[in-house]
């Protein structure tokens, strides 16, 4: 069978409407920049710069790349089995954490090994945190989005008592934790910007779960359960296990987006450092409509409209909030699955006559 | 050590009622959305954006009842955009509510840059408060006095909407319709009632108790407006609703027992425990209340005789 | 007189089926008129055109005498037409009044005046006697119950005349005696009545006339006095092309399916399965037959892991499957064509090579590891869908985008390629065109002949007929009796899937095991 044209553009549909909500978001920007009086010319030069242009600026903006890119896959490999995991601000604090105590703690390891070792330990604890919210949405069907919003709060407070009462560095006034190892520490790349090497293992993450989605019985599951949960159950897969299974994917996910700040920004955990790193994630996934091979672009689009929106407001005086609106507002439409519907689908298909 | 004597005090019973307030006019609102089919976690955006224009609406009329005038219009404004991201263009609702969240954050930091040119938060003693009422009758009896007198007149509305949606839930056709829109709403459809714009107006009333959230956070409960200052209890509000069996007067003391949790948690640190475990106390308080009334509602599920 | 009710060429146009095709039919006021049919004859189709449901695609409707286009249920509404749908429109968690007062609620300024509400109902009630419980809620209610509450949710929104869409289908027959005395009593009241049907018994007992409709055309009007079963059965069934590609008598085998005393819970409380026991052996065909919602469905989900078994055991070839997962009773040897296809079937977003592999994936050669092997993959995809002719041979595009048929084959190919030892095939050719009917019986007979069990359930007579070795019954969650498929006819299989006296009647007895 040819596609026709009405088949065509109803593949296009979805990211037509991403498209049309980026728009809205930019002309709302714009619109705002206008309003307040600014020069456009200046101002997206000056927020084009801000992101790409020297090594500083373009460091900074892949510094931002790698967690809006993990905390997204997170979000998109959670949503793929239909659980919605906004917990991955809470995880990636568990995360954070782990990686800070290991990252200190253990010593005499070589470089790789020690690196590869915090990070599945970071991992797992930010698995295990998922674990809750995934077993109480398979078990007894509790709303996965209250329970993990509700798990945020208890994961940061969580660890700000442990950074204030139990594993503080004791000689700096600031709650924060121990340095790491240097052993521990990603190499930094574009210097003197902060972007680091957990720019590669980001991305190499996302290709293991392009593998896992694409090539494995696994990620096979994870999608029927998702799109189908019946016809799991019926073709023999345990749809609640799965879900569960891929909350706890997503968990670890979230920790090790969290082990990379640490050993790659910060070298240490900080009481309250992400500030909504992990909520960023819900919406570089929702653009990227949970397509694992389209998120490094979104993930990359928004790190550079965030580095430069810091750049513009240093050289125009435009307040970075106005960027933050912009970004809301493509999130906004980006959630509507239907600003633009092509056609409505009426019949399945044209057959010959049939019986019924 | 502490005694619980420290701690249960009449004056953690004021300030149950004081912190359940805006729980419970969040809950009151997911109420009627819920049972619309609609879970409203959108509330908590709703309420932030009402807190910052209740705050700024106060500071430049210098009244607190433009202030909650303004919060009223914010709330049902970004409740419209969420009937439109959800209702007109097929939003997942869940989905719908965390964009809805994620924008009034950046709505109101944007808006607390530009208009009073501050980040995280801004006060000023131009704000007009919402006041507290003195009954006389009970200003007479010691006891009474501490323990219902002088609270501030959104913790008296609170209790009033209590019953006013009590009534209008189970009394009136308004409600009878919106009762069925989310059990039957093919029903309500054969019914000649139109199930959207019966949504609609669920989002927006929803939107209207959202406002006076917001507004008694910034007008009544504080007078001041501080980034995120919502802090979840949009949420909590969804929890009180489901723990209170979507109904308002149960809610009502679902939203007490949130609302004593963290006036325990304040008395607490008081005396000394570490200040974050407090904090997490309405959260993990929440969490095992909706798992509790989650449990329940399946135990119900399974006895009845489906035909 | 002039008719209170005429509608006249009625053709409406499915997506994938042409169901009424130009159907004259009028009612009389104050008559109990009976439709009659096999299921998709356009019966239902028919009644939700007459209720604003549904819109016609032309012909015309005249009510008393006036050309009427009702657009909606309320536009019905209006016209004094009420319908008791088979899934009732209530809300089982709210009260009796407040479901029958849904959209027409007496009130004081927009205050539900119950009152007022509960004293029409009670004279409704007892008008048509009528029994409710006016202040319980939905779920604390019998079926019986919950169908008189939705009578009178029509009567109060005045209706004049009423469809009852098989009324009797979810009653036990005491509830079935009160039905026919409030239908009576609703006569004398000069109330209209619908009553749609296909059992012939009680059409006869309560009807003033009877149409017959068969494939989405009215076959004849009878009056009830004049009409016979078997002249029902007849204009019912007709004398079709028969697709019948009955092989000779296969060879059979041992039992791999063994059924001992099954009962659970169903969907209603007539298809609660109730102590069913059956065999089924190699190389034979067991055809189940029965009106829909009769427990055929409990049983096929039962046998699948898809329902838990309250009672009883359940063995394939001597291992017991009873209430193991759906995985594990797979890999004893179950493969299941299912009966929602587009549900449970299929996975619609996903193409047609992965809903092939769905159910093999986890095994070598598509996986080893864990990790699919795609070449494996779409070796196996491709020669399925050659070998089962899936159209269009693309096996990348989603299944979404395949005919009805081919999405059956889909199905097909994948579970009968599962080689199991039992094919449990559960309506596999409802709602296909002809040739992949013909298709997908053929593979079925093939099956038999290369020693499969195969367990068919089928609401079609004709296909039961001419697929079975042997056929069971059922009816009311049990099997009213198992007998071979030479000494069936569709007047004996009609009159046992109604409660199966005739079987007795004739002479049977020693093939037919009563449950």
């Given at each position: 069978?040819?596609?026709?044209?009405?088949?065509?553009?109803?593949?296009?549909?979805?990211?037509?409407?991403?498209?049309?909500?980026?728009?809205?978001?930019?002309?709302?920007?714009?619109?705002?920049?206008?309003?307040?009086?600014?020069?456009?010319?200046?101002?997206?030069?000056?927020?084009?710069?801000?992101?790409?242009?020297?090594?500083?600026?373009?460091?900074?903006?892949?510094?931002?790349?790698?967690?809006?890119?993990?905390?997204?896959?997170?979000?998109?490999?959670?949503?793929?089995?239909?659980?919605?995991?906004?917990?991955?601000?809470?995880?990636?604090?568990?995360?954070?954490?782990?990686?800070?105590?290991?990252?200190?703690?253990?010593?005499?390891?070589?470089?790789?090994?020690?690196?590869?070792?915090?990070?599945?330990?970071?991992?797992?604890?930010?698995?295990?945190?998922?674990?809750?919210?995934?077993?109480?949405?398979?078990?007894?069907?509790?709303?996965?989005?209250?329970?993990?919003?509700?798990?945020?709060?208890?994961?940061?407070?969580?660890?700000?008592?442990?950074?204030?009462?139990?594993?503080?560095?004791?000689?700096?006034?600031?709650?924060?934790?121990?340095?790491?190892?240097?052993?521990?520490?990603?190499?930094?790349?574009?210097?003197?910007?902060?972007?680091?090497?957990?720019?590669?293992?980001?991305?190499?993450?996302?290709?293991?779960?392009?593998?896992?989605?694409?090539?494995?019985?696994?990620?096979?599951?994870?999608?029927?359960?998702?799109?189908?949960?019946?016809?799991?159950?019926?073709?023999?897969?345990?749809?609640?296990?799965?879900?569960?299974?891929?909350?706890?994917?997503?968990?670890?996910?979230?920790?090790?987006?969290?082990?990379?700040?640490?050993?790659?920004?910060?070298?240490?955990?900080?009481?309250?450092?992400?500030?909504?790193?992990?909520?960023?994630?819900?919406?570089?996934?929702?653009?990227?409509?949970?397509?694992?091979?389209?998120?490094?672009?979104?993930?990359?689009?928004?790190?550079?409209?965030?580095?430069?929106?810091?750049?513009?407001?240093?050289?125009?005086?435009?307040?970075?909030?106005?960027?933050?609106?912009?970004?809301?507002?493509?999130?906004?439409?980006?959630?509507?699955?239907?600003?633009?519907?092509?056609?409505?689908?009426?019949?399945?298909?044209?057959?010959?006559?049939?019986?019924? | 050590?502490?005694?619980?004597?420290?701690?249960?005090?009449?004056?953690?019973?004021?300030?149950?009622?004081?912190?359940?307030?805006?729980?419970?006019?969040?809950?009151?609102?997911?109420?009627?959305?819920?049972?619309?089919?609609?879970?409203?976690?959108?509330?908590?955006?709703?309420?932030?954006?009402?807190?910052?224009?209740?705050?700024?609406?106060?500071?430049?009329?210098?009244?607190?009842?433009?202030?909650?005038?303004?919060?009223?219009?914010?709330?049902?404004?970004?409740?419209?955009?969420?009937?439109?991201?959800?209702?007109?263009?097929?939003?997942?609702?869940?989905?719908?509510?965390?964009?809805?969240?994620?924008?009034?954050?950046?709505?109101?930091?944007?808006?607390?840059?530009?208009?009073?040119?501050?980040?995280?938060?801004?006060?000023?003693?131009?704000?007009?408060?919402?006041?507290?009422?003195?009954?006389?009758?009970?200003?007479?009896?010691?006891?009474?006095?501490?323990?219902?007198?002088?609270?501030?007149?959104?913790?008296?509305?609170?209790?009033?909407?209590?019953?006013?949606?009590?009534?209008?839930?189970?009394?009136?056709?308004?409600?009878?319709?919106?009762?069925?829109?989310?059990?039957?709403?093919?029903?309500?459809?054969?019914?000649?009632?139109?199930?959207?714009?019966?949504?609609?107006?669920?989002?927006?009333?929803?939107?209207?108790?959202?406002?006076?959230?917001?507004?008694?956070?910034?007008?009544?409960?504080?007078?001041?407006?501080?980034?995120?200052?919502?802090?979840?209890?949009?949420?909590?509000?969804?929890?009180?609703?489901?723990?209170?069996?979507?109904?308002?007067?149960?809610?009502?003391?679902?939203?007490?027992?949130?609302?004593?949790?963290?006036?325990?948690?304040?008395?607490?640190?008081?005396?000394?425990?570490?200040?974050?475990?407090?904090?997490?106390?309405?959260?993990?308080?929440?969490?095992?209340?909706?798992?509790?009334?989650?449990?329940?509602?399946?135990?119900?599920?399974?006895?009845?005789?489906?035909? | 007189?002039?008719?209170?009710?005429?509608?006249?060429?009625?053709?409406?146009?499915?997506?994938?089926?042409?169901?009424?095709?130009?159907?004259?039919?009028?009612?009389?006021?104050?008559?109990?008129?009976?439709?009659?049919?096999?299921?998709?004859?356009?019966?239902?189709?028919?009644?939700?055109?007459?209720?604003?449901?549904?819109?016609?695609?032309?012909?015309?409707?005249?009510?008393?005498?006036?050309?009427?286009?009702?657009?909606?249920?309320?536009?019905?509404?209006?016209?004094?037409?009420?319908?008791?749908?088979?899934?009732?429109?209530?809300?089982?968690?709210?009260?009796?009044?407040?479901?029958?007062?849904?959209?027409?609620?007496?009130?004081?300024?927009?205050?539900?005046?119950?009152?007022?509400?509960?004293?029409?109902?009670?004279?409704?009630?007892?008008?048509?006697?009528?029994?409710?419980?006016?202040?319980?809620?939905?779920?604390?209610?019998?079926?019986?119950?919950?169908?008189?509450?939705?009578?009178?949710?029509?009567?109060?929104?005045?209706?004049?005349?009423?469809?009852?869409?098989?009324?009797?289908?979810?009653?036990?027959?005491?509830?079935?005696?009160?039905?026919?005395?409030?239908?009576?009593?609703?006569?004398?009241?000069?109330?209209?009545?619908?009553?749609?049907?296909?059992?012939?018994?009680?059409?006869?007992?309560?009807?003033?006339?009877?149409?017959?409709?068969?494939?989405?055309?009215?076959?004849?009007?009878?009056?009830?006095?004049?009409?016979?079963?078997?002249?029902?059965?007849?204009?019912?069934?007709?004398?079709?092309?028969?697709?019948n590609i009955k092989a000779?008598?296969?060879?059979?085998?041992?039992?791999?399916?063994?059924?001992?005393?099954?009962?659970?819970?169903?969907?209603?409380?007539?298809?609660?399965?109730?102590?069913?026991?059956?065999?089924?052996?190699?190389?034979?065909i067991?055809g189940?037959?029965?009106?829909?919602?009769?427990?055929?469905?409990?049983?096929?989900?039962?046998?699948?892991?898809?329902?838990?078994?309250?009672?009883?055991?359940?063995?394939?070839?001597?291992?017991?499957?009873?209430?193991?997962?759906?995985?594990?009773?797979?890999?004893?040897?179950?493969?299941?064509?299912?009966?929602?296809?587009?549900?449970?079937?299929?996975?619609?977003?996903?193409?047609?090579?992965?809903?092939?592999?769905?159910?093999?994936?986890?095994?070598?050669?598509?996986?080893?590891?864990?990790?699919?092997?795609?070449?494996?993959?779409?070796?196996?995809?491709?020669?399925?869908?050659?070998?089962?002719?899936?159209?269009?041979?693309?096996?990348?595009?989603?299944?979404?985008?395949?005919?009805?048929?081919?999405?059956?084959?889909?199905?097909?190919?994948?579970?009968?390629?599962?080689?199991?030892?039992?094919?449990?095939a559960?309506?596999p050719?409802?709602?296909?065109?002809?040739?992949?009917?013909?298709?997908?019986r053929?593979?079925l007979i093939?099956?038999r002949?290369?020693?499969?069990?195969i367990?068919l359930?089928s609401?079609?007579?004709e296909e039961v007929l001419s697929l079975s070795d042997?056929?069971?019954?059922?009816?009311?969650?049990?099997?009213?009796?198992?007998?071979?498929a030479?000494?069936?006819?569709?007047?004996?299989?009609?009159?046992?899937?109604?409660?199966?006296?005739?079987?007795?009647?004739?002479?049977?007895?020693?093939?037919?095991?009563?449950?």
């Amino acid at each position: 069978m040819k596609l026709n044209l009405l088949d065509r553009l109803d593949k296009l549909q979805a990211p037509l409407n991403v498209l049309v909500a980026v728009l809205i978001g930019f002309i709302i920007g714009t619109g705002l920049m206008l309003v307040e009086g600014h020069n456009i010319g200046e101002a997206y030069t000056a927020l084009f710069n801000g992101a790409f242009s020297g090594r500083f600026n373009f460091g900074g903006t892949l510094e931002r790349f790698v967690p809006l890119l993990l905390s997204g896959l997170a979000f998109a490999i959670s949503s793929k089995a239909s659980v919605f995991n906004v917990g991955v601000e809470g995880q990636l604090y568990f995360g954070a954490m782990a990686a800070a105590y290991f990252g200190y703690t253990i010593v005499g390891l070589p470089s790789f090994l020690h690196i590869t070792l915090v990070l599945l330990l970071a991992g797992l604890a930010g698995a295990l945190w998922a674990l809750i919210p995934g077993f109480l949405r398979a078990a007894y069907r509790v709303n996965e989005v209250c329970t993990t919003i509700m798990l945020n709060y208890v994961a940061i407070y969580f660890t700000s008592y442990i950074v204030n009462h139990l594993f503080k560095n004791p000689h700096i006034g600031v709650p924060q934790t121990p340095n790491i190892q240097e052993s521990a520490r990603l190499a930094r790349i574009l210097m003197p910007s902060r972007a680091n090497i957990g720019v590669y293992i980001a991305l190499g993450i996302v290709l293991f779960f392009i593998w896992l989605m694409d090539y494995t019985t696994l990620g096979y599951k994870i999608k029927t359960v998702g799109l189908n949960p019946q016809f799991a159950t019926y073709a023999g897969f345990q749809a609640r296990s799965i879900m569960v299974g891929a909350m706890v994917l997503s968990g670890f996910i979230g920790g090790i987006t969290g082990a990379i700040q640490v050993l790659g920004i910060h070298g240490y955990f900080l009481d309250n450092f992400s500030k909504s790193l992990g909520f960023d994630g819900i919406m570089v996934a929702l653009l990227a409509r949970n397509n694992l091979k389209v998120l490094p672009f979104v993930a990359f689009f928004l790190a550079a409209l965030k580095s430069g929106a810091v750049g513009m407001e240093r050289f125009t005086g435009i307040p970075r909030e106005l960027i933050g609106i912009m970004e809301a507002v493509i999130i906004l439409f980006a959630a509507a699955e239907a600003i633009i519907v092509i056609r409505r689908r009426l019949s399945y298909q044209k057959g010959g006559a049939e019986v019924v | 050590m502490f005694r619980f004597s420290d701690v249960l005090t009449l004056t953690l019973v004021r300030a149950t009622i004081r912190m359940s307030t805006p729980i419970l006019l969040a809950a009151l609102g997911v109420i009627v959305t819920e049972l619309a089919a609609i879970t409203n976690v959108g509330i908590e955006g709703i309420m932030l954006v009402s807190a910052f224009m209740a705050v700024a609406a106060s500071y430049w009329s210098g009244s607190w009842i433009v202030g909650i005038l303004a919060a009223v219009a914010a709330g049902v404004l970004i409740a419209a955009l969420m009937a439109l991201i959800h209702l007109r263009f097929k939003a997942n609702v869940l989905v719908a509510g965390i964009a809805v969240n994620m924008f009034s954050l950046a709505f109101t930091r944007f808006l607390l840059v530009n208009w009073f040119g501050v980040a995280g938060s801004f006060y000023s003693p131009r704000i007009s408060p919402i006041p507290r009422i003195n009954l006389s009758i009970l200003a007479a009896h010691p006891v009474l006095d501490t323990l219902f007198n002088n609270y501030n007149l959104m913790d008296y509305l609170g209790i009033v909407l209590v019953f006013v949606f009590h009534f209008l839930i189970y009394k009136t056709v308004w409600g009878l319709r919106l009762r069925f829109t989310g059990v039957h709403p093919l029903a309500v459809e054969t019914a000649g009632v139109n199930v959207t714009v019966k949504k609609l107006q669920a989002l927006l009333i929803s939107g209207v108790l959202g406002g006076l959230a917001g507004a008694h956070l910034s007008l009544g409960y504080t007078t001041q407006f501080i980034e995120n200052m919502t802090n979840g209890r949009g949420f909590i509000g969804v929890a009180a609703m489901y723990f209170g069996g979507i109904s308002p007067i149960t809610t009502w003391l679902a939203s007490l027992f949130f609302g004593f949790t963290e006036g325990v948690g304040a008395r607490l640190q008081n005396l000394g425990f570490p200040s974050q475990f407090m904090l997490m106390l309405p959260y993990v308080a929440t969490v095992v209340a909706i798992t509790f009334s989650m449990i329940r509602q399946q135990r119900r599920e399974t006895d009845k005789q489906p035909f | 007189m002039e008719p209170i009710v005429k509608m006249t060429g009625i053709v409406k146009q499915f997506p994938n089926v042409l169901a009424l095709k130009g159907v004259d039919f009028s009612v009389e006021k104050g008559e109990v008129h009976s439709l009659v049919g096999e299921n998709g004859a356009g019966k239902s189709t028919l009644m939700n055109i007459l209720y604003g449901v549904l819109q016609p695609d032309l012909g015309e409707i005249y009510v008393r005498g006036q050309k009427q286009v009702i657009h909606s249920v309320r536009d019905a509404m209006h016209l004094g037409i009420g319908m008791v749908h088979q899934e009732f429109m209530l809300a089982p968690s709210m009260t009796v009044v407040e479901n029958i007062i849904l959209g027409f609620e007496p009130n004081r300024r927009s205050v539900v005046d119950y009152d007022a509400a509960a004293e029409k109902i009670r004279a409704l009630s007892e008008e048509y006697g009528l029994a409710i419980r006016p202040e319980s809620r939905i779920i604390d209610n019998s079926v019986g119950e919950a169908q008189r509450v939705e009578i009178i949710k029509a009567l109060y929104r005045g209706a004049e005349v009423l469809i009852l869409d098989e009324p009797t289908a979810v009653l036990t027959p005491q509830e079935t005696e009160d039905l026919f005395k409030v239908i009576r009593s609703l006569k004398e009241h000069g109330k209209t009545v619908i009553f749609i049907s296909h059992k012939l018994q009680e059409v006869l007992a309560i009807s003033d006339r009877i149409t017959v409709m068969r494939d989405g055309r009215v076959q004849g009007t009878l009056l009830a006095s004049e009409a016979t079963k078997e002249k029902i059965a007849t204009l019912m069934v007709g004398r079709e092309v028969f697709l019948n590609i009955k092989a000779p008598e296969g060879k059979r085998g041992g039992v791999v399916l063994d059924v001992q005393g099954v009962s659970a819970r169903g969907r209603r409380r007539l298809s609660d399965l109730k102590n069913v026991s059956f065999q089924v052996h190699a190389g034979e065909i067991l055809g189940i037959a029965g009106v829909d919602g009769n427990g055929q469905s409990e049983l096929v989900e039962v046998l699948t892991g898809l329902r838990r078994v309250d009672q009883g055991d359940i063995f394939v070839s001597g291992t017991k499957i009873t209430n193991l997962p759906p995985g594990e009773i797979r890999e004893r040897g179950v493969s299941h064509i299912p009966e929602d296809r587009n549900r449970s079937g299929l996975c619609a977003e996903l193409t047609v090579a992965e809903n092939l592999v769905a159910t093999k994936l986890k095994r070598p050669p598509l996986s080893k590891n864990g990790v699919i092997r795609g070449q494996a993959v779409r070796e196996l995809a491709s020669r399925l869908v050659e070998e089962y002719d899936i159209r269009p041979g693309d096996y990348r595009i989603p299944t979404r985008n395949l005919s009805g048929g081919n999405r059956q084959k889909v199905v097909v190919a994948r579970e009968v390629s599962e080689d199991a030892q039992l094919l449990i095939a559960a309506h596999p050719t409802r709602g296909v065109d002809i040739g992949s009917i013909e298709f997908i019986r053929s593979i079925l007979i093939a099956q038999r002949e290369e020693g499969k069990a195969i367990l068919l359930v089928s609401a079609d007579l004709e296909e039961v007929l001419s697929l079975s070795d042997r056929i069971a019954v059922m009816y009311e969650g049990r099997i009213v009796g198992i007998l071979p498929a030479s000494e069936a006819n569709e007047q004996v299989l009609g009159l046992m899937m109604a409660g199966g006296e005739y079987a007795k009647a004739q002479g049977e007895e020693e093939k037919v095991v009563e449950a």
